[in-house]
């Protein structure tokens, strides 16, 4: 049983159990936000693009994950979203942190996790978070090189060392592997090395890349991190812990989640440890920006006899839709207000263009890249002061934006919760 208020298949309470759904709970808090909002008059500020994040979503990924990964303890990935409330309820759930700099290790440690809850996920450490992390008992972290073996001989010799071990994360949208984990023809002497320098190696890491989408990678990466696990024995290691890394993302999830649970129990005896770092999973879903057009521009294709326009948001590939550059993402926009109606979830995103408006969306600054999409249909006239959502911008997005051309990195996130768990652990 997940104990949710809803079905986890059934995305943002699309079919309604009981009480407010998801999407009602959403939509009321973007009403009441853009009620107060008159663009005309507002103060500069005031009408900036705005979050509304369903913390009710982040808990139910959690139920799902323990539904389905029973064996594998999430340390999430903050650097996916380091929203304060995120960390708070997976905090108050009991999962795990993976974190990859000092500013990281100090978010979490401050809302009183322990530090064995954290994983200092970084193969290529800067030397004095190594010392920082050693002050503060942080001792778990992930090596994949013999320089950085010497560097945590001299800072850190107690450390409890993961060695990363390369994949192959060509399915996957973010390649990580063109940067990090050792090739397993490289981990005996790696291993060997550790031994000869005293440092305590305690299990294998991998990450089959951001947005995997070839379940198969993880039975490959669980077979290559058997055959380190053997090696170490050789080498005189009994590792205890193996790290799955990240990757899972909330469509494919419970088909990936399969793989791996099969790949850990045929490979994996019980007693070995299995940690993951699930980031995007838990967030993407979970956060929705409303974004207002502050100016158009008006195209006629004298050829084709058409109208178009050219909408201009509040924000931008400089800000969270920094997504698009890094996270090779498309958000799909949506509209939220035209003229005085209210249209959230009126609609669905119109494919049909003959009875629907074309528009290409750009953000806030002057640089030509700043674009949201190039084309796309939306079934409305829309004009400045009309609002525009975005679903699915919980990962990748507001950790990576820019001050760029003056216009604000932190923009406000309304919390709501569909799930009366997650309101009562944050005391909503
Ligand atoms: N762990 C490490 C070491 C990473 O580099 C990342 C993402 O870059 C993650 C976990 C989180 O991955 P995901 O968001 O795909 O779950």
């Given at each position: ?29 973007f009403?009441?936000?853009t009620?107060?909002i008159?663009p ?5 500020g005031e009408d900036d693009a705005f979050f ?236 929705t920006i409303a974004c207002n057009i502050i100016s158009r521009r ?11 326009y050219m909408l201009y948001l509040n924000d931008g590939v400089y800000g969270n839709f920094s997504s698009i550059?890094?996270?090779?993402q498309r958000p799909t926009p949506r509209i939220l207000t035209a ?20 528009y290409s969306i750009w953000g806030p600054t002057c640089d030509g890249i700043d674009c949201i999409a190039e084309s796309c249909?939306l079934?409305d006239?829309l004009d400045r002061g009309d609002w525009l959502y975005f679903e699915?911008m919980?990962?990748?997005t507001k950790?990576?934006a820019?001050?760029f051309n003056?216009f604000t990195d932190?923009h ?17």
């Amino acid at each position: 049983q997940t104990n949710s208020q809803y079905n986890h298949t059934t995305r943002h309470g699309n079919h309604k159990q009981h009480g407010t759904s998801p999407k009602e709970l959403i939509g009321s808090a973007f009403q009441k936000r853009t009620n107060t909002i008159n663009p005309d008059v507002c103060e500069a500020g005031e009408d900036d693009a705005f979050f509304v994040a369903d913390m009710g979503e982040v808990y139910r990924q959690h139920l799902r994950w323990k539904l389905n990964l029973p064996r594998v303890r999430p340390h999430y990935a903050v650097k996916c979203n380091p929203d304060p409330q995120v960390l708070k309820l997976l905090a108050e759930l009991g999962t795990g942190f993976d974190c990859a700099s000092k500013t990281e290790i100090d978010q979490v440690l401050s809302l009183g996790v322990e530090p064995s809850r954290i994983i200092y996920a970084q193969p290529c450490k800067t030397n004095a978070y190594v010392r920082f992390a050693a002050k503060a008992g942080v001792k778990q972290m992930t090596f994949d090189n013999a320089d950085e073996l010497y560097k945590i001989k001299q800072l850190f010799p107690d450390a409890e060392l993961f060695l990363r071990i390369l994949t192959d994360d060509s399915a996957s949208l973010c390649r990580l592997s063109l940067k990090f984990g050792a090739a397993v023809e490289s981990t005996r002497d790696l291993l060997d090395l550790a031994k000869k320098l005293g440092l305590n190696v305690t299990g294998v890491a991998f990450h089959v890349g951001s947005g995997a989408s070839d379940p198969q990678a993880f039975l490959r990466a669980v077979e290559d991190a058997r055959y380190v696990f053997d090696q170490a024995n050789e080498a005189g290691y009994d590792l205890k812990t193996l790290d799955v890394g990240g990757g899972f993302c909330g469509d494919t999830f419970e088909e990936m989640a399969a793989v791996l649970s099969n790949a850990l129990n045929e490979y994996f005896p019980p007693s070995v440890r299995i940690i993951g770092e699930p980031g995007r999973y838990y967030v993407a879903s979970a956060f929705t920006i409303a974004c207002n057009i502050i100016s158009r521009r008006t195209v006629e294709d004298a050829q084709s006899n058409r109208t178009s326009y050219m909408l201009y948001l509040n924000d931008g590939v400089y800000g969270n839709f920094s997504s698009i550059m890094f996270d090779h993402q498309r958000p799909t926009p949506r509209i939220l207000t035209a003229g005085s109606r209210f249209l959230y979830d009126k609609h669905a995103y119109a494919s049909n263009t003959e009875r629907s408006t074309h528009y290409s969306i750009w953000g806030p600054t002057c640089d030509g890249i700043d674009c949201i999409a190039e084309s796309c249909y939306l079934p409305d006239i829309l004009d400045r002061g009309d609002w525009l959502y975005f679903e699915d911008m919980g990962a990748y997005t507001k950790c990576s934006a820019t001050r760029f051309n003056g216009f604000t990195d932190s923009h406000d996130t309304v919390y709501v919760s569909s799930e009366p768990g997650a309101s009562a652990l944050l005391g909503m």
